[in-house]
């Protein structure tokens, strides 16, 4: 018998994707920078603004040529939010740069832009935004303080993708922007990632990074008779197989996010009365931020409410999950980094956000059904009006 479970994520498919697959290996070349790839770039390119677009094997490649590209090394100081994934902090640690970790925003869970400056030393080089659940910073508020100090702006907008602020796509703000194709992303590969370069000054070097330090590339186009190892970097671009699977993807990237915030809006809009009764709290979207529908959290009152809730919900077939631990607790965060303070939002919300199921083919039903259960757990009528 089929069973009633409600997954926490399942991978989108596409109707193109295996045909382009085969399409890349009757092409007789499936190692990286062929056709698909290029395609993708194209696409990436022309719907973000970027300057340049380079497909890597992960966000987190696409990180770590960032870190290399604002030349952080020991000593150098890396202002980000402790509310993110190891690979934001591992990136510029594996240049010998120490992340200094600052305090999120309650509505948003991104960096809170009042505390940046007071984090700011002699040593610090760049600021790294993470653009939680899709939901922008507030970019304004920080490109001017990092022009005001001359640092340079890396936008961790994995989770981002075809999201906005104040019009203009996440990642395109500063010099660098990395995006994410993960399986558990609006539009995937199953690993893949992206470098946005919107410093065109860094475009040649990035792509001798990518291309293990060589000018690989320049010979590719007919450039050059041989290529040679011309700098640091490794091998972060993906095969010419994922940047197929990929490229559909890509074409079906509005639908397939129309469907996302399809489901986050009614989970929203049924939820509502719940918040309003100073039950749970919704997740927050300041007026300027157009976002993509790739996470809804809802924040329980305590830590032993989110357990319950969690639990009660898995008594019903449905997947849920936290997220980070934050990283200035974490042992690798405590060895490396530091925190500027206490941190007092990101710990305390860390321990009460609960995910709920979001994926583009989850049908209305079970999103209501998710709803009925989450009222059932606060005692009230399903979707009470």
């Known amino acids: 018998m089929p069973s009633d479970r409600i997954y926490f994520n399942k991978p989108p498919k596409t109707e ?56 952080a090394g020991p000593g150098d100081e890396i202002i980000m939010p402790s509310y993110t994934f190891a690979s934001t902090a591992n990136a510029f ?23 940046i400056e007071d984090a700011i030393t002699p040593a610090t080089k760049a600021i790294c935004v993470v653009h939680y659940a899709g939901v922008a910073c507030e970019m304004d508020s920080i490109m001017a303080l990092a022009k005001r100090h001359g640092l340079a ?44 370069i919107n410093d065109p000054a860094l475009v040649k070097r990035a792509m001798i990074i990518r291309e293990k330090g060589t000018n690989r590339t320049e010979f590719l186009n007919g450039q050059i008779d041989k290529y040679t190892w011309m700098d640091i970097g490794s091998s972060y671009l993906p095969s010419e197989m994922i940047a197929a699977f990929l490229l559909a993807q890509l ?38 931020c ?45 060895r490396f980094g530091r925190a500027h303070g206490d941190l007092p939002v990101t710990c305390d919300q860390a321990n009460r956000l609960v995910r709920l199921p979001v994926w583009s083919d989850l049908p209305e039903a079970a999103t ?11 005692g009230q009528a399903p979707r009470a009006a």
């Open 368 to 378: 209501l059904r998710v709803c009925d259960r989450i009222h059932e757990f606060f």
């Open 251 to 288: 074409e079906s990237g509005e639908d397939l996010i129309t469907r996302r915030l399809a489901i986050w809006n009614t989970y929203n809009d049924s939820l509502a009365s719940l918040e309003q009764r100073g039950l749970l709290r919704r997740p927050g979207v300041p007026d300027d």
């Open 93 to 115: 640690a594996l240049r010998g740069a120490i992340p200094v970790f600052v305090d999120v925003r309650a509505d948003t869970m991104n960096l809170d832009e009042r505390l």
């Open 290 to 334: 157009a976002h993509n529908g790739h996470i809804y959290y809802l924040l329980t009152e305590t830590h032993e409410q989110q357990r319950d809730l969690r639990n009660w919900l898995k008594q019903h077939e449905i997947d849920t999950a936290t997220h980070y631990v934050p990283l200035h607790s974490s042992p690798a965060g405590m």
């Open 16 to 71: 193109k994707s295996l045909k382009y697959i085969l399409e890349s290996i009757e092409n007789g070349r499936i190692s990286g920078d062929g056709y698909f790839t290029e395609q993708c770039h194209k696409w990436i390119e022309r719907t973000t603004g970027t300057s340049k677009a380079l497909l890597t094997h992960s966000c987190t490649a696409a990180l770590e040529m960032a870190a290399i590209l604002v030349n």
């Open 153 to 196: 702006v890396v936008e961790d907008a994995a989770q981002a993708h075809h999201a906005s602020y104040r019009g203009q796509q996440l990642g395109t703000f500063g010099a660098l922007g990395t995006l994410s194709f993960h399986e558990t992303k609006n539009i995937v590969s199953g690993e893949g990632g992206a470098l946005l």
